[in-house]
């Protein structure tokens, strides 16, 4: 089970405020992960790789490591 929460932005509202929207004519808005910490505050930004697979399992472990320090804060 993954510990943190994850979000559906189908009405666009996250990826416009996150700067993921490429406008109305792009039917989907880029691919990203944004780390909060508890109080809602936005802390980190992750583009996806385009790299495949390889790059999604190196994306994750990036995540990881970096929720690691910042739980040790």
Not at 7 to 31: I, M
Not at 39 to 55: A, K, S
């Amino acid at each position: 089970m993954f510990q943190y929460d994850l979000w559906s932005d189908t009405s666009r509202e996250l990826a416009t405020y996150y700067g993921a929207d490429y406008g109305p004519l792009v039917p989907f808005p880029k691919r990203m992960t944004v780390l909060l910490d508890p109080d809602g505050v936005w802390r980190l930004t992750y583009p996806l790789p385009e790299e495949g697979i390889g790059g999604l399992y190196l994306h994750a472990q990036l995540i990881l490591d970096d929720l690691a320090v910042l739980t040790e804060l």
